[in-house]
């Protein structure tokens, strides 16, 4: 049984998807800001490969305040300082919980929070909704075989045209 509170936080467009083809997201720094601010709060955060090797290459990882990492990942990769390396969510949450944390934060890409909402994992979700719509991109979700409701917990409005939306996932 797990002992914390998992919550995906994500950016992403009107449309759903929370980054370009490419990979690039083009985010305004105020919605940095509020990724920096949950994460220094909570202390760690739960990423994918991808989103790990994204943020390392463009120092996101001092800007955030080094929290402690856990990357998911099927490849084989020694765990550096803060940055540890698991197979799957249910590893991650472990190691966590073994640390002492009372929450995590799920940070993308789509087929890692994928993964975590098809294990049941996440109990909250929060989505910054930035005013943009990419025509192609990566999803929220990449396809998988989930389905949840979800209640509303509290919609934010951070500027004129930026919401942050807060939901409870409803458990199965």
Not at 23 to 50: F, L, M
Request: aromatic share 10%; with cysteine; charged share 30%.
């Amino acid at each position: 049984m797990i002992n914390m509170k998992v919550i995906l936080y994500m950016a992403m467009t009107a449309n759903g998807m929370i980054a370009r083809e490419n990979e690039k997201t083009g985010w305004p720094q105020e919605e940095w800001n509020n990724y920096h601010e949950i994460v220094s709060k909570i202390g760690n955060i739960i990423i994918g490969r991808r989103t790990f090797e994204i943020m390392r290459d463009c120092k996101e990882f001092e800007r955030i305040g080094n929290p402690l990492t856990i990357v998911v990942t099927n490849k084989s990769m020694p765990n550096m300082g803060k940055f540890i390396f698991v197979k799957s969510p249910l590893e991650a949450i472990k190691i966590l919980e073994k640390k002492g944390f009372k929450k995590a934060i799920v940070a993308g890409g789509g087929k890692l929070n994928s993964s975590f909402m098809k294990e049941n994992l996440i109990d909250e979700i929060f989505l910054d909704v930035e005013p943009k719509i990419f025509g192609r991109g990566i999803k929220l979700f990449s396809d998988n075989d989930f389905e949840f409701e979800l209640e509303l917990i509290d919609i934010k409005k951070f500027s004129q045209n930026e919401l942050q939306i807060h939901y409870k996932v409803k458990k199965l």
